[in-house]
């Protein structure tokens, strides 16, 4: 709690009592929802906690590796693309980025048959090690420069292992939880490895502020943003001894004992058209709908921040990190709300209002920091013109604005006739930082009521014989086709708009999670039922 306050009271200058009463009101809250959690039941949750911790522990610190990369996206598309079209590089880092989510239903495909047959304890150990390793890899690969293509080559084979890994992870992870909750707690007792995935995108930005902090911006760039995929290797082991102690589901252990597991996991799932009814309404009545969501309030938004709003990518970092804080503990409410009133219209109200408010959102976000709309302060306005050793010219621009906002653009022309490049770093004052983080913690509470509840659903629909395969891949293909793919889709439609001239351009990169999430709110509200299911379990 010293470490997380000592930051707010660094980054952002605010009174230390207040900044006390936030931090001590934010873990009384947490410490609440466990106790509200441990007196629900004082029999059949025992021993459940051990299951939530050392579950959520290796679900978290998978997510930390494979958000880690799109967190440093903006550096590594200038570390393993050719640099001499930065705009493409990105693209192609988000392409590289997506390919990890692409590659999930593959591991869910082959993880899930594995957790079906041989149980859900030794393959989510499995996936851990996967993850771990090719994370760790990634941050040794050399530089475009060093090695050519070769380094984007061995950044996509390492980007699809990571897929496959984390395809095997959710599923076993969240079906070994609910197999451990009590009747009718389901949504409140998985809800906590929903947490993990934003947990782990808030650690991941919290490893690089901190290795930032350590190292200058010079070492940082030539080598540090290596640092945070190289920690990963560490908690990896950690989370190996722990989970390495845990007991299989009993739920699995005693339909193995009594012969009642599936020879044919893949067969019984999506080969019996029953079952396949229930995996293709999973998909496009709810996963499908989820993923876009949560893509755009979590990645889409930092991605948005930093390249099309300009903010500098520590602020992004900061400002995005604390409006996870502010909204994980969501996910626990509305996963307990679930199995009180039913996870389908928790679930379609979280797309519903996605849908109505993206746009506005969007719109408040950009012009709270569109310099247009801001004074410059003319005096304090400077031109520094410098050539490189190697003859580039670099031109450098620097403007100030009375409400406290810098401006600040760097023109590069090169001496070998190159095209030249130019970037752009706005630092926003702390009221814009504020109102940032307040339409960020908006879009993560949609996020909280479409994901909170979708581990117990998923979990419920389908029997404990192909239950892993089942879940996974719908929740893989929802989360990793049309959640992942998101950010390289929207970056593109926002680029083409802004070269088209359009003066909007920034909210077209919307259409494509405003138009998905539609689709799968008509049919969930149609097709999917409001009972929680609790006949296989």
């Not at 005693?254 to 029953?274: D, I, Q, V």
Request: hydrophobic letters at 45%; aromatic letters at 14%.
């Amino acid at each position: 709690m010293l470490t997380i306050e000592m930051f707010l009271l660094k980054k952002y200058q605010l009174n230390k009592k207040i900044s006390y009463i936030f931090v001590k009101s934010y873990f009384n809250f947490l410490i609440i929802i466990k106790t509200t959690g441990r007196f629900m039941s004082k029999t059949s949750t025992k021993g459940i906690w051990k299951v939530i911790s050392a579950s959520s522990m290796g679900t978290m610190i998978e997510w930390y590796d494979f958000y880690i990369f799109g967190s440093l996206a903006v550096v590594i598309s200038t570390k393993f693309f050719p640099s001499d079209n930065p705009t493409a590089a990105f693209l192609s880092t988000l392409a590289t980025f997506a390919a990890g989510f692409v590659a999930r239903p593959f591991g869910a495909l082959f993880f899930g048959r594995l957790g079906d047959i041989i149980g859900r304890k030794y393959t989510f150990m499995a996936t851990l090690l996967l993850m771990g390793g090719s994370t760790f890899l990634i941050g040794c690969i050399p530089s475009y420069e060093t090695i050519g293509f070769l380094a984007p080559l061995l950044v996509l084979i390492l980007r699809l292992l990571q897929g496959l890994a984390l395809g095997g992870e959710y599923g076993g992870a969240a079906t070994y939880v609910a197999e451990h909750a009590p009747v009718g707690q389901k949504g409140y007792w998985t809800s906590w490895i929903q947490t993990t995935a934003t947990v782990g995108l808030f650690i991941s930005l919290m490893v690089i502020l901190a290795t930032k902090s350590v190292l200058s911006a010079e070492d940082f760039d030539l080598w540090g943003w290596r640092v945070p995929f190289w920690v990963s290797i560490a908690m990896v082991g950690v989370s190996y001894l722990i989970r390495k102690n845990m007991d299989e589901s009993p739920v699995f252990a005693k339909a193995k004992k009594e012969g009642t597991t599936s020879a044919n996991p893949l067969k019984e799932s999506f080969g019996n058209r029953y079952n396949l009814k229930f995996v293709l309404l999973a998909l496009f009545g709810a996963t499908m709908g989820q993923g876009v969501v949560w893509y755009t309030g979590q990645f889409y938004a930092m991605s948005f921040m930093k390249t099309v709003m300009n903010i500098d990518s520590s602020q992004v970092d900061s400002l995005l990190g604390i409006a996870l804080l502010i909204g994980t503990p969501f996910f626990i409410v509305f996963g307990w709300l679930s199995d009180k009133v039913g996870r389908k219209y928790i679930m379609m109200s979280g797309m519903l209002l996605a849908i109505l408010f993206y746009r506005p959102i969007y719109k408040m976000m950009y012009n709270t920091t569109d310099i247009n709309h801001k004074t410059e302060i003319i005096e304090q306005t400077s031109q520094n013109i410098e050539t490189a050793k190697n003859n580039d010219v670099i031109t450098t621009i620097s403007k100030t604005y009375s409400d406290g906002t810098t401006y600040v653009e760097k023109k590069t022309d090169f001496a070998d006739g190159k095209k030249s490049q130019s970037s752009v770093t706005v630092n926003i004052n702390s009221g814009d930082e504020w109102t940032l983080i307040f339409l960020v913690f908006i879009q993560v509470l949609f996020v909280t009521m479409v994901y909170g509840p979708i581990a117990a659903f998923l979990v419920e629909m389908f029997p404990t014989k192909i239950r892993y395969t089942s879940m996974s891949l719908p929740y893989h293909v929802g989360n990793g086709i049309f959640g992942g793919l998101l950010p390289a889709i929207s970056t593109y439609f926002v680029t083409h708009s802004k070269a088209a001239g359009k003066s909007d351009f920034y909210l077209d990169g919307l259409w494509y999670p405003i138009i998905i999430a539609s689709i799968c709110f008509v049919i969930g509200m149609i097709y999917v039922d409001n009972k929680n299911k609790i006949n296989h379990l």
